[in-house]
């Protein structure tokens, strides 16, 4: 982040959050050599490095996010580690959303936006469009935005009647395997 100025245009793959996220996960280790006092340490530090952020693009995990563990031999593949630093990740989520003027963790007058995004990567991609024009810069700051153009429209109602469908068929899945366990109970009878 040093490197760079104010107005610079750079995409990272990870922020200081991703820092505070790990560290705090390796706290909560039996065996970890990190303890509470350093993450004490890294919060201003990471608080301080938010503001030279404009926007972090969370993808968290759910059902909606089709994205396979590879390994490329960069990316981490356990996936009860990747569920943990998620669970980390969504509660600073949380923090940031319901406690925005008393939140620790990032800058009270200068908070990058937050945002969650979903879906596959081309979904993702769409979305991520919503906030950014063809240049980089943030969609709004002029009063120009394309957010309600037809085609971002018609994909995010795609993207919910998608949402809409699987939660239907998850219902309907609850309700087969309540009617499963009926059945079986009565036959036990």
């Known amino acids: 982040l040093k490197e ?21 996960w390796a706290m909560s280790q039996e065996d970890s050599d990190v303890d509470e006092d350093f993450i004490d340490e890294c919060i201003p530090i990471v608080r301080e490095a938010l503001v030279n952020l404009d926007i972090i693009f969370f993808i968290p995990i759910t059902k909606h996010n089709n994205i396979n563990i590879e390994d490329n031999g960069d990316r981490e593949t356990d996936k009860q580690y990747i569920k943990e630093i998620d669970s980390f990740f969504k ?9 925005p003027q008393d939140n620790p963790f990032f800058p009270r007058e200068d908070s990058p936006a937050l945002i969650e995004v979903f879906g596959d990567r081309r979904e993702r991609i769409h979305m991520i469009k919503l906030y950014l024009d063809k240049d980089g810069d943030l969609i709004g700051g002029d009063g120009q935005s394309d957010i309600f153009n037809p085609e971002n429209l018609d994909m995010m109602e795609n993207i919910l009647k ?4 699987a939660k239907e068929e998850e219902e309907e899945m609850k309700k087969q395997i309540e009617m499963f366990k009926k059945l079986h109970d009565e036959t036990k009878k």
């Open 4 to 24: 760079f100025k104010s107005g610079d245009k750079v995409i990272f793959d990870r922020c200081p959050l991703d820092n505070l996220v790990y560290s705090m």
């Open 162 to 165: 998608e949402q809409n469908l």
């Open 91 to 99: 509660v600073l989520q949380r923090h940031y959303h319901e406690h």
